[in-house]
C-alpha cells in the first residue's frame, strides 16, 4: 500500500510527523497531491487541546494541489489539474445546504458540542498537512486555479481570505461606513481588505504586534490602535467624535476582545464575531444597553464550496486585493514541528507560514 508523510494529532501538545496510508479513492471523491498548504490559528487550538479532535487524526484544512486521481463518479476535472478546496467541504444536498447554510453541512453533535459546521477536513475527517488530502463531494468542493496565478497567491482562499470576508459580509458592511477590526492576525487582516471591498470608507485596525500594525497599513487601513498604549474603546469613540462604529469585527476569540467591540458600536451598530471562544461568553448589561439598543451580533464560519472558492480567486486575478504580504515564513512538510513551534508561539513576526511537501 503506498505510503505518504503527514502531519497527525497525537495529543495535546504534540503534533508529529507519521507516515500513513495514502487514502483510497471513493466515487464521489478526488484524491489531491498537496504543492503548498498552511498552519491556521484553530490548528493551534487543535494543538493545545482547546479544541478537541480525535488522536491519530491528520490535521490542516488549506489545501492547494494537483488532481491525482479522480473518483469514478466525478466528472468536469482531469488528472493533473490545479486545483483548491475550501476548508468547508460541503454535500450539496444536505439541508442545510438547501438552506443556503453551506457551511454548516455537519455530521452532528461530536464531543459534547456540535462540531464547526461543514468544516470536515482536519476535523472529522484527515485534513491537508500532508502529502495527499482526499476531497469529499469532489464535483462541490474542487475550484480551478487560474494559469496565471501562483500557489502563494490563492493559498489564503480555502479559509483565511473567505473567514475574513465573511466577517465583513456577515457585519453587513455599507458604502461609507465605519468599521474596526479587533486583532490583526491574517483573519482580522482579511476582514478589513473584505470591509473595503463592500464599501467601508474607515476602518480601523486594534492590535499591538508591530508587525501586523505595520501589514495592515500597507494593506490600506485607514488607523491602526495599539491596545498596549491606551484603551482602544476610547481611542475609537475619539476617532469616530463620539458616534461609534457601524460595524465591529472580532477575530480574536477573547471575552475581553467581544466586549470592546461591543462597546464601540453606534446605535443599531452590528457586531461581527470571527473568534473561536474557548469559553463561555458574557454579555454586559451597560455595553448590550439591556438589549434595547438595536444591535445585531452575528457569528460566521467561512463559506466553502467551488462557487466562493472562484469569486475570491476573482479578487486575487483582478488585482482588487493582494494577501501576498501574509506569508511570512515558509517550511518543508518535514519541518512541521518547527512550524508549529514558530506559529504557535507567535515569534518572529509571523502571520501565515506557506507548508511545501
Given at each position: 500500500?503506498?505510503?505518504m ?13 507519521e ?23 484553530t ?14 487524526l ?12 479522480l473518483g ?12 483548491i ?44 498537512q ?46 461609507g ?6 486583532a ?12 473595503r ?5 474607515t ?8 508587525e ?12 491602526v ?23 465591529a469585527?472580532e ?32 454579555i454586559?448589561?451597560?455595553a ?8 445585531k ?7 466553502g ?5 472562484r ?44 507548508l511545501?511537501?
Open positions: 500500500m503506498p505510503k508523510m503527514a502531519a497527525v494529532f497525537a495529543e495535546p501538545g504534540r503534533i508529529v510527523l507516515s500513513r496510508p495514502v487514502p483510497d479513492v471513493g466515487p464521489m471523491d478526488a484524491l489531491v497531491r498537496i504543492s503548498t498548504t498552511t498552519i491556521c490559528g490548528d493551534v487550538h487543535i494543538l493545545r487541546g482547546e479544541y478537541p479532535v480525535a488522536k491519530g491528520i490535521v490542516g484544512h488549506e489545501p492547494v494541489g494537483i488532481i491525482e486521481k469514478s463518479q466525478v466528472t468536469g476535472y482531469r488528472e493533473g489539474q490545479r486545483v478546496a475550501g476548508a468547508i467541504t460541503p454535500s450539496g444536498h444536505s439541508y442545510a445546504c438547501l438552506c443556503g447554510a453551506h457551511s454548516q453541512d455537519g455530521p452532528g453533535t461530536r464531543h459534547g458540542f456540535k462540531p464547526a459546521g461543514g468544516w470536515r477536513f482536519g476535523n472529522t475527517i484527515d485534513g491537508c500532508a502529502e495527499f488530502v482526499l476531497v469529499p463531494d469532489a464535483m462541490t468542493n474542487l475550484a480551478p486555479v487560474p494559469a496565471n496565478l501562483t500557489d502563494e497567491q490563492v493559498l489564503m482562499c480555502p479559509d483565511i481570505m473567505s473567514t475574513g470576508f465573511a466577517g465583513a459580509e456577515g457585519g453587513s458592511v455599507r458604502i461606513d465605519i468599521v474596526a477590526v479587533f490583526l492576525g491574517p483573519i482580522g487582516l482579511c476582514a478589513a481588505v473584505g470591509a471591498l463592500m464599501g467601508a470608507t476602518v480601523i485596525g486594534v492590535d499591538t504586534v508591530p501586523r500594525l505595520a501589514v495592515a497599513r500597507k494593506l490600506g487601513i485607514d488607523h490602535v495599539d491596545f498596549r498604549k491606551g484603551d482602544p474603546v476610547t481611542a475609537i469613540r475619539e476617532l469616530t467624535a463620539g458616534r461609534g462604529v457601524d460595524v469585527i477575530a480574536l476569540g477573547t471575552q475581553q476582545t467581544f466586549e470592546n467591540a461591543l462597546r464601540v458600536l453606534r446605535p443599531g451598530g452590528t457586531l461581527s464575531s470571527l473568534g473561536v471562544y474557548s469559553s463561555d461568553l458574557r454586559p448589561l451597560d448590550f444597553t439591556a438589549g434595547l439598543g438595536d444591535n451580533i452575528v457569528t460566521s464560519l467561512c463559506p464550496g467551488k462557487e466562493r472558492m469569486r475570491l480567486m476573482n479578487v486575487i486575478a483582478a488585482g482588487r486585493a493582494d494577501l501576498s504580504a501574509l506569508v511570512t515564513h515558509r517550511f518543508k512538510l518535514a519541518e512541521i514541528e518547527q512550524a508549529y513551534d514558530l506559529f504557535s508561539h507567535q515569534r518572529d513576526g509571523v502571520l501565515k507560514v506557506a511545501t511537501p
